[in-house]
T-cell receptor, first 114, second 111 residues
Framework: DTEVTQTPKHLVMGMTNKKSLKCEQH?????MYWYKQKAKKPPELMFV???????INESVPSRFSPECPNSSLLNLHLHALQPEDSALYLC?????????????FGPGTRLTVL | GESVGLHLPTLSVQEGDNSIINCAYS??????FIWYKQESGKGPQFIID?????DKRQGQRVTVLLNKTVKHLSLQIAATQPGDSAVYFC??????????FGAGTILRVKS
């Protein structure tokens, strides 16, 4: 089973709202990732967690706050977003944070900021 | 920073023909390369990978070729089917597990 699940599938929020995106995997992977993908563009890395600890933050604005409560779950807390933050947010996981470990992606959350 | 790029943004092929999608990469230190397929409204789906110590790897109907001399990667799809229509991304794995994606190629299969 190489399934990564994400909820919700779609989210519409105002600029003053607080919302959270959720990602889950039960493959025993110890590395999890958040990517942002704008329309007709490739995914761009935001955060990497390895063994539940933040490993990489690609200079993402503080209005995006990741959290890894356990080895199976990854959250992305959203607050005071801008319309330009509207995008597809993808979660991925891999066995380890290794240069030769395949990353498996979830279906994404389509976020619209009004 | 260094990046991975693609030569052709859109490729149209007839059903049953073979497809070849190309990718140029610039980081000679990259050790691992992956092809992903992304259908509309879905996340990227792993297709095939190859490590830098190989020059060819075959899967079911797909073959990846790696030419390290000219830093070129290609994905060959045999007997292309309508279900193969999607955006295809090559990606290289830099230090740690940081994936850098190419711009993407749209594959359209004509019936």
């Amino acid at each position: 089973d190489t399934e990564v699940t994400q909820t919700p599938k779609h989210l519409v929020m105002g600029m003053t709202n607080k919302k959270s995106l959720k990602c889950e995997q039960h493959m025993g992977h110890r590395a999890m990732y958040w990517y942002k993908q704008k329309a007709k563009k490739p995914p761009e890395l935001m955060f990497v967690y390895s063994y539940e600890k933040l490993s990489i933050n690609e200079s993402v604005p503080s209005r995006f706050s990741p959290e890894c409560p356990n080895s199976s779950l990854l959250n992305l807390h959203l607050h005071a977003l801008q319309p330009e933050d509207s995008a597809l947010y993808l979660c991925a996981s891999s066995p380890l944070e290794s240069a030769t470990d395949t990353q498996y992606f979830g279906p994404g959350t389509r976020l619209t900021v009004l | 920073g260094e990046s991975v790029g693609l030569h052709l943004p859109t490729l149209s092929v007839q059903e049953g023909d073979n497809s070849i999608i190309n990718c140029a990469y610039s980081n000679s230190a990259s050790d691992y390369f992956i092809w992903y397929k992304q259908e509309s409204g879905k996340g990227p789906q792993f297709i095939i990978d190859i490590r830098s110590n190989m020059d060819k790897r075959q899967g079911q109907r797909v073959t990846v070729l790696l030419n390290k001399t000219v830093k070129h990667l290609s994905l060959q799809i045999a007997a292309t089917q309508p279900g193969d229509s999607a955006v295809y991304f090559c990606a290289e794995n830099e230090y740690g597990n940081k994936l850098v994606f190419g711009a993407g190629t749209i594959l359209r299969v004509k019936s």
